[in-house]
C-alpha cells in the first residue's frame, strides 16, 4: 500500500500514545473541521502481505479504520512450523490541521479464533512515533477451548494520552502480532486466530482526541 489516502480525522487518536504530552490545552469536544491527510509509507510483516490492509478514515474526524484480509496465525496438524506467529507494521505519516495535535484515545481489535482445549492465543499492539522508543505493548490473552468472534480494547485515560508534537511531522507506527500456541491440544488438530475478513466485515478501529496546539 503506497500513496497517499484522505483520512477525515481518525489518526489522531492514534497518536496518542508515543511521546510526552505537551501543552496544557483542553481536550476538544468536536475534532476540527479540515481533513487530514494520510500517507501509508509502508506495511511490513508476515500478517499484512503487499495489497492486504487497508486504511480508513472516518467522515468526522474521530477514528480510523484498518482492514486486513490475510491475518492469520496458526499451530497444530500440518501447519507450518513458522505460522504460530504473525505480525503488522504500518508505518503512517499524518498531515493534520495547522494549529491542532492528536492522540490515540483507545483502539478496538477483532477478528475470529478457533483453539482446541489446551490451546491459547495473544494479540498485542504497540503505537510509536519515528525515533522515539516503543511503548510497552498492549496484550490480549485467549485460551481454549474457543471458536468465536474476538474483540479486544487498548484504551487509555485521558489524562494518560500521549500527544503528536506540535509543528512537527513524524512517521507513527503501529505494530500489531497474532501469537497460537498449540500448548497441550492434541496435536492433530488446528488452532488459529485471524485479524482479517473476506468480507471487509472485520476491522481494527484506532479512536482518536484531538486538542489546539499552543499559540507561539
Given at each position: 500500500?503506497?500513496?497517499?489516502?484522505?483520512?477525515?480525522g481518525?489518526?489522531?487518536?492514534?497518536?496518542?500514545?508515543?511521546?510526552?504530552?505537551?501543552?496544557?490545552?483542553?481536550?476538544?469536544?468536536?475534532?476540527?473541521p479540515?481533513?487530514?491527510v494520510?500517507?501509508?509509507?509502508?506495511?511490513?510483516?508476515?500478517?499484512?502481505?503487499?495489497?492486504?490492509?487497508?486504511?480508513?478514515?472516518?467522515?468526522d474526524?474521530?477514528?480510523?479504520?484498518?482492514?486486513?484480509s490475510?491475518?492469520?496465525?496458526?499451530?497444530?496438524?500440518s501447519?507450518?512450523p513458522?505460522?504460530?506467529?504473525?505480525?503488522?507494521?504500518?508505518?503512517?505519516i499524518?498531515h493534520?490541521?495547522?494549529?491542532?495535535?492528536?492522540?490515540?484515545?483507545?483502539?478496538?481489535?477483532?477478528?475470529?479464533?478457533?483453539?482446541?482445549?489446551g490451546?491459547?492465543?495473544t494479540?498485542?499492539?504497540?503505537?510509536?512515533?519515528?525515533?522515539?522508543?516503543?511503548?510497552?505493548?498492549?496484550?490480549?490473552?485467549?485460551?481454549?477451548?474457543?471458536?468465536?468472534?474476538?474483540?479486544a480494547?487498548?484504551?487509555?485515560?485521558w489524562?494518560?494520552?500521549?500527544?503528536a508534537?506540535?509543528?512537527?511531522?513524524?512517521?507513527?507506527?503501529i505494530?500489531?502480532?497474532?501469537?497460537v500456541?498449540?500448548?497441550?491440544?492434541?496435536?492433530d488438530?488446528?488452532?488459529?486466530?485471524?485479524?482479517?475478513?473476506t468480507?471487509?466485515?472485520?476491522?481494527?478501529v484506532?479512536?482518536?482526541?484531538?486538542?489546539?496546539?499552543p499559540?507561539?
Open positions: 500500500m503506497t500513496g497517499g489516502l484522505l483520512m477525515s481518525a489518526v489522531a487518536a492514534l497518536l496518542a500514545t508515543a511521546l510526552p504530552g505537551q501543552g496544557t490545552s483542553p481536550v476538544l469536544d468536536d475534532p476540527p479540515d481533513r487530514i494520510i500517507d501509508v509509507a509502508t506495511v511490513n510483516g508476515s500478517g499484512c502481505p503487499a495489497g492486504t490492509a487497508a486504511v480508513a478514515v472516518s467522515p474526524n474521530t477514528a480510523f479504520t484498518v482492514t486486513y490475510d491475518y492469520l496465525a496458526q499451530a497444530g496438524g501447519s507450518d513458522t505460522a504460530f506467529r504473525k505480525n503488522c507494521q504500518l508505518n503512517l499524518v493534520v490541521p495547522q494549529g491542532f495535535t492528536y492522540a490515540i484515545a483507545s483502539a478496538d481489535y477483532r477478528g475470529f479464533l478457533s483453539l482446541q482445549p490451546a491459547s492465543a494479540q498485542r499492539a504497540s503505537y510509536y512515533f519515528q525515533g522515539s522508543s516503543n511503548t510497552v505493548p498492549k496484550s490480549h490473552p485467549f485460551s481454549g477451548s474457543y471458536n468465536d468472534d474476538w474483540q480494547t487498548d484504551s487509555t485515560d489524562a494518560q494520552l500521549v500527544w508534537p506540535c509543528g512537527v511531522l513524524r512517521n507513527f507506527n505494530n500489531t502480532e497474532l501469537r500456541n498449540a500448548g497441550t491440544a492434541n496435536p488438530k488446528v488452532s488459529f486466530m485471524t485479524m482479517d475478513s468480507d471487509g466485515a472485520l476491522s481494527t484506532y479512536h482518536m482526541a484531538w486538542k489546539e496546539c499559540e507561539s
